[in-house]
């Protein structure tokens, strides 16, 4: 199977996103931002995924500035749109060793509707909280949000079996 | 051709990626904690969503694997074909990993990342080179949610065994000097006159005697009408022991590759023995002890290939214990008694030279430093030259470079001893 091509378009994007978040941004985060692009495009194409957490990692503190300076809605679907390009980028990765067109394009076509799925609550959500984020406590916040978080962990649990 | 359906066995666990959106969620949590600003926590919106969303196209399907193996043994350097039949109840998107625990797999791929609807096929082939037991199985299928967040693991099949006999080897110019002899005919010569092909003497004519054996000669000469006698050939017992142990001054690969060539020595030799229609016994000293009676036939044979395919290097009892407790319980006095081993210890040669006077003994040593420079193997190899000496006065010994053709070697060490009592 050829992964050129979709490589080259995941790195693409990321290069995009990279140079949205970097505008504004202090010279270190948009370089670190703008640079996240070679690992994931290495891992993508080599099959190493740890270089794609590397890549995120990289990506996240221009996500934070993101969030601190600009819309929540924005940034958010920033980071959307960074988690959905590195998933596509470890399903590349992960057919490197073992190549199997039919298998890329379900997965894409499952990764991409959880994205959709996903944009179309997280535009709802972070549009009415930013409105309450003025009025927000973070400590209360937080406490709903890992409450949250915890209550999805057990119910995956339960459904994982 | 075999076919394994299989029981299996399934766990569920939260993968490596799994755990680093959770750290992701609860360092933007505490970002956000550090800031003492709640913006960050939008953030963790879209890494949830994504995760719960991606859960709920977690499969819920139950696998099944069927296993096709075109062969149950081969012999080394031989291929075997592998096909995998993975079922599925729903559309799954799997990873398969089959496992094989020796050989190269060429011609497709023991992995594979499939999209199982109803029934997927993966095909592959092993490529044997060594001798010893290939294990094929369990495989491993492995289902997750979209993001791999989640994976539930099948272990699936049975463990199918393939083994993998050595290859045989020329070994035709060793010749037998056991006196003990069967009553079919074979090819070890006997102490009886009869059929054969070796003169045996000339005695006077009986009725019934065929015309073609007088001795014209010895009737001109004594007047009256005298017979040529041969020497009645028939089989014998043998048994063949194979050291594989005490390969410690050797490293790994070389303990193997003369484990290798010891095998296929062995394997050569039963093939020849049990086709003239001997008997034929075995005793293997490795990582395993192992015996087998003297025995006819195929299933001899089988069983033989079988014992010698399992052969690893190793010690668990002393060579001498094997040599003086079984080969008087196998094998009956002054029947061929013929040992592989390559001598790196004074002890076995002592064992077999006390065997010398009861049996007719044949040594065949593989010599592990053949090609091998400097001055601690040159040393090594004047200490085995000294035992292969020592034992020479009481046996004979061929002196065999594995890889080297057998024949020369066995012409080097010279033709066996006339059975005793035998007039030739």
């Known amino acids: 199977m050829r992964r050129g091509l979709p490589t080259a378009l995941v790195a693409a994007s990321w290069i995009a996103l990279s140079a949205a978040l970097s505008v504004g941004a202090p010279p270190p985060v948009a370089l670190a931002s703008l640079l996240s692009t070679v690992p994931l495009a290495i891992g993508a194409l080599t099959g190493l995924r740890p270089l ?86 973070p400590r209360v916040a937080i406490a709903l949000l890992l409450t949250l978080a915890l209550l999805a962990l057990y119910w995956a649990r339960e459904r994982g079996g | 051709m075999s076919s394994q359906r299989s029981p299996y066995r399934r766990a569920t666990r939260l993968t490596a990626k799994g755990r680093l959106y959770l750290a992701l969620t609860l360092g933007l949590l505490l970002a956000a904690a550090a800031l003492e600003n709640p913006r960050p926590l939008a953030l963790t919106v879209p890494v949830a969503l994504m995760a719960g969303f991606s859960s709920l196209f977690h499969p819920r399907a139950e696998l099944r694997v069927e296993r096709e193996v075109d062969r149950a043994r081969v012999v080394a350097g031989e291929r075997v074909r592998v096909k995998l039949r993975v079922r599925s109840s729903a559309p799954a998107l799997a990873e398969v990993r089959d496992r094989v625990s020796r050989g190269s797999v060429e011609r497709g791929s023991r992995e594979a990342l499939a999209l199982v609807d109803g029934e997927r096929e993966l095909e592959y082939e092993v490529l044997l080179q060594r001798r010893g037991v290939c294990e094929l199985g369990p495989v491993r299928l492995i289902l997750g949610d979209p993001l791999r967040l989640w994976e539930e693991e099948w272990v699936c099949g049975k463990v199918v065994e393939v083994h993998v006999l050595p290859k045989l080897l ?19 010569l006997s102490r009886r006159s009869g059929r054969g092909y070796e003169f045996y003497g000339v005695r006077e004519y009986a009725p019934g005697d065929e015309l073609r054996r007088v001795n014209w000669r010895a009737t001109a000469r004594l007047g009256r009408l005298m017979v040529n006698e041969r020497v009645e050939e028939r089989v014998t017992d043998a048994l063949i022991v194979v050291d594989a142990g005490l390969l410690g001054l050797l490293d790994a690969r070389e303990a193997e590759e003369l484990v290798d060539a010891e095998a296929s020595l062995a394997a050569s030799l039963a093939l020849q023995l049990l086709r003239a229609g001997n008997r034929v016994g075995l005793v293997v000293r490795g990582r395993e002890n ?43 006095p002054n029947a061929e008694f013929i040992a592989i081993t390559p001598l790196l210890d004074a002890y076995v040669a002592d064992s077999i030279s006390q065997l010398a006077p009861k049996y007719s003994v044949l040594v065949i040593s593989p010599n592990p430093f053949a090609g091998r420079r400097g001055a601690a193997y040159r040393m090594l190899e004047v200490e085995r ?40």
């Not at chain 2, 594995?402 to 024949?407: D, E, W």
């Open chain 1, 52 to 137: 794609l957490a590397l890549a995120f990692a990289a990506q996240l503190p221009a996500l934070v500035l993101a969030s601190l300076r600009g819309s929540i809605a924005l940034a958010a679907l920033a980071m959307l749109a960074a988690l959905y390009l590195a998933e596509l980028a470890d399903l590349l990765a992960r057919a490197a060793r073992v190549p199997d067109l039919g298998y890329v394009r379900e997965a894409t076509k499952r990764i991409s509707a959880v994205a959709a799925l996903s944009l179309v609550v997280t535009a709802g959500a972070t549009a009415a909280s930013e409105q309450l984020a003025p009025l927000l406590d």
């Open chain 2, 170 to 188: 020329a070994a035709r110019g060793l010749g037998l000097g056991a006196s003990y002899t069967g009553v079919w005919p074979g090819e070890v």
């Open chain 2, 290 to 332: 192992l015996w087998l009676r003297p025995a006819f036939g195929k299933r001899q044979l089988e069983a033989i290939l079988y014992a010698l395919a399992r052969l690893e290097p190793g010690e668990p009892a002393p060579l001498d214990y094997a040599l003086n407790m079984l080969t008087p319980y196998l094998l009956k």
């Open chain 2, 385 to 424: 030259s000294s035992l292969m000496v020592k034992l020479g006065k009481v046996c004979r010994v061929v002196d065999w470079s594995p890889g080297s053709p057998l024949p020369r070697a066995a012409r080097r060490a010279g033709r066996p001893k006339p059975p005793r009592g035998a007039r030739a």
